[in-house]
């Protein structure tokens, strides 16, 4: 069953509704893990675009995603920092609490509560075939529950909201495919409850690469640092990174991803922060070497990120106040979820008898 406007008006009143009732505004989900600082591929690939969405008039649900973190082991100190300095660049980013409810996976148990049921419904084998499983499990000599049972938690975190777009990588395909599974599962089952999401796969995202390595992507798990940008790194640090960042022997400045990966790389960046696309980048640029090249975006890159720092600054100094605006977008969710499960629990047959 869709999530009507009034609903929606109800439950929170700074979500945007249709005045048709019969045809609800598109609703998107989309988390992040506060494992660190995000990195030029995320946002791009990630931030920008819930920022666009957003602004688009959808029904927008972004979380920090604090539980699946804890999939591999933390220190619980740098995880509250983490969580503090996520929020603090998505916010800076563009994410406005104002239009979109943004809140803190773990105050909402009710994802948890819907990942048990959900959990339910599938197989250990399908588990077991989910990529990102295979990739960590591989260096985990003893690997956690959680680790193998977190895309369903995933799940829950799409269908508790009803989401129908889903902004992901392509690494997550898999994942969402897990998503549409267990939402056709449970309306076979139970009776139509979930809408179907479908991702939506910006094509950049995964060809921001590593720049050490630009035969892969730029990941935050990555223990050289030296291959990624974070959107806070100061300007020398930006500056060196890219001078450092590998090319070829070939001196001319040519876009071809797969024959010129490093350079390719690099005019990528530098399309993503001017707006120019990679085609009169290469022929503005076609009197410069890759070394002088690299001056040129790492001047790009540091303009774009200029005024995203010093909101950045500006808000991780007023600890208190993303707290509250956690707290605030966390108290949005629960009333969403917990609508949610009451209807849930009630197909499952999980009511108290009072309330059948």
Known sequence: MWICA??????AKNFKYSLNQKKCISTVFSGIQPTGVPHLGNYFGAIKKWSLLQNEGKNCVFS?????????PQNPLVLRHNIHLVTACLLASGINPNLSIFFLQSQVPQHTELAWILGCLTTMARLTHLPQYKEK???TENIPLG?????????ADILMYKANEVPVGEDQLQHIQLSQHLAKLFNNRYGKTFPIPQPLVDENCARIK???????KMSKSDSNIRNRIEITDPPDVMLKRIKEAVTDMTSAVTYDADQRPGVSNLILMHSLCTGKSCESICEEHRNLDTGQYKLVVAEAVIEYFKPIQAEFQRLISEPSHIVKILEKGSEKASKIAQQTMIEVKKLVGLSHFGKL
């Open 64 to 72: 920090v995603v604090d539980l699946h973190s804890i999939t591999l």
């Open 6 to 11: 009034s609903r929606f008006r109800s439950l």
């Open 147 to 155: 680790l193998y049972i977190y895309p369903i938690l995933q799940s």
């Open 210 to 216: 590593s720049l050490r390595q630009p035969d892969k």
């Open 137 to 139: 499990s591989g260096s």
